[in-house]
T-cell receptor
Framework: GAVVSQHPSWVICKSGTSVKIECRSLDFQATTMFWYRQFPKQSLMLMATSNEGSKATYEQGVEKDKFLINHASLTLSTLTVTSAHPEDSSFYIC??????????????FGSGTRLTVV | KQEVTQIPAALSVPEGENLVLNCSFTDSAIYNLQWFRQDPGKGLTSLLLIQSSQREQTSGRLNASLDKSSGRSTLYIAASQPGDSATYLCAVRDTGRRALTFGSGTRLQVQP
């Protein structure tokens, strides 16, 4: 089945620094990837839709200049948290769908990244 | 705006019991509904996907049903095992939208 690889699985950074999270589709091409955020004991909330070769689409309330998304190839999307603050500490997870498999398939998720800003 | 609700928020059962997790959604114009499992600090594992035209899907001890008109889905787990302990998430994909809207999940604990 479709596999989405996400790295790193966890990261600790200092306030004010930037952190990059990678999301790769390993055995399929993904023209669209989705980035979600999950705070403790809460559900996943969509942050943005990453589109290959074009600008990402951000959900209301998500700062595009703070959460930079780059989708430069059909298998890689990156999320960079710039000038990180403690309130950005969260679980970030990406997802994609393999459209080439035929029929209707659901979304596959990466393993997530636990970001802690100190 | 689609809203997804899951009841109960938490559930603890002894091993071997059959159980039902509930999911409701406010907008019935959905494309499909997907059930996921999430272990603590981990990503999501897809369990079952139900298209809007389908009534149910089965995989092993899991059975998911969908009543689109009433905005409800249930996940039935037969003969629960301690290894089933996890958070179960329901997510809907609305017609004309690509991203998913998630419920807040049901935390399941199966006692040995």
């Amino acid at each position: 089945g479709a596999v989405v690889s996400q790295h790193p699985s966890w990261v600790i950074c200092k306030s004010g620094t930037s952190v990059k999270i990678e999301c790769r589709s390993l055995d399929f091409q993904a023209t669209t990837m989705f980035w979600y955020r999950q705070f403790p004991k809460q559900s996943l909330m969509l942050m943005a839709t990453s589109n290959e070769g074009s600008k990402a689409t951000y959900e209301q309330g998500v700062e595009k200049d703070k959460f930079l998304i780059n989708h430069a190839s059909l298998t890689l999307s990156t999320l960079t948290v710039t000038s990180a603050h403690p309130e950005d500490s969260s679980f970030y997870i990406c997802s994609a769908r393999d459209k080439s498999s035929g029929g209707e398939t659901g979304y596959t998720f990466g393993s997530g990244t636990r970001l802690t800003v100190v | 705006k689609q809203e997804v609700t899951q009841i109960p928020a938490a559930l603890s059962v002894p091993e071997g019991e059959n159980l039902v997790l509930n999911c409701s959604f406010t907008d019935s114009a959905i494309y499909n509904l997907q059930w996921f499992r999430q272990d603590p600090g981990k990503g999501l594992t897809s369990l079952l996907l139900i298209q809007s035209s389908q009534r149910e899907q089965t995989s092993g001890r899991l059975n998911a049903s969908l009543d689109k008109s009433s905005g409800r889905s249930t996940l039935y787990i037969a003969a629960s095992q301690p290894g089933d302990s996890a958070t179960y998430l329901c997510a809907v994909r609305d017609t004309g939208r690509r991203a998913l809207t998630f419920g807040s999940g049901t935390r399941l604990q199966v006692q040995p």
